[in-house]
């Protein structure tokens, strides 16, 4: 036995807690599954409240110039649009929008960066007003000669298209983007000379929304 009355140099050792004793590796899985766990419950919380896409309405449309000129077109527009979130407890986030008015399907006007916002559960925002401008725009030639014929007749029919990303917003958690794609369909009342006037479109002319 030796003098300090220790039979054995492992009985006199100090250890401490249980766990400190554990290996890393040890530590590193229960960190994980109690991420799994919580990705779990947040994608339970969320596929339970199933958000809904919001909803996009033309409220009217202005066409205050409208040129044509060798196949380049120059123009001003505004519109006003109302967006309504129909989830009962998700918020909608809208982050870097922009609009852009587009004839036959190709862009007429430049980008216009719409402000981000945050838009509450059954809350309903207008987006007013909306301006576009297109400065020597070159349009394809079947859409010049289709766009020289609706001004001889007085009618224009016409897309406003907002792009950009989104994200849910439930509590204090929010998710990842999520891209939106807006398409309104309106028809202008113009004269032969280009300018036109605001048109009272059918209440609820809804637009094509893609998340």
């Known amino acids: 036995m030796s003098a300090n009355g220790c039979g054995t140099h492992k009985d006199c050792g ?18 994980l599954a109690f991420l799994l766990i919580a990705l779990f419950v947040i994608l339970v919380i969320f596929l339970v409240l199933h958000p809904h896409k919001p909803r996009f309405y033309l409220h ?23 967006s309504h979130n129909p989830n009962d407890r998700i918020g909608v986030i809208y ?52 766009l020289n014929y609706d001004m ?14 989104i994200r849910w917003k439930v509590g204090s958690w929010t998710s990842g983007n999520y891209h939106l794609n807006v398409n309104c369909w ?17 209440p609820g002319n809804k637009c094509h929304v893609e998340v």
């Open 14 to 31: 100090h250890h401490g807690p249980w766990w400190a004793e554990l290996p890393f590796r040890v530590y590193l899985q229960v960190l």
């Open 60 to 82: 009217d449309a202005t066409v205050s110039q409208l040129n044509v000129s060798n196949g380049f077109l120059t123009s001003s527009l505004q519109f006003t649009v109302v």
């Open 95 to 146: 982050d870097s929008l922009s609009s852009y008015a587009s004839y036959l399907g190709q862009q007429i006007t430049g980008q216009c960066p719409l402000p981000p916002f945050y838009q509450d559960h059954n809350d309903i925002e207008v987006w007013t007003p909306i301006l576009l401008y297109g400065n020597s725009v070159p349009l394809a030639p079947p859409a010049c000669e289709r």
């Open 152 to 165: 001889q007749n007085g009618l224009l029919s016409l897309n406003l298209r907002l792009e950009g990303t």
């Open 186 to 202: 309106a028809i202008s009342g113009i004269s032969n000379n280009g300018i036109g006037s605001q048109v009272s479109l059918q």
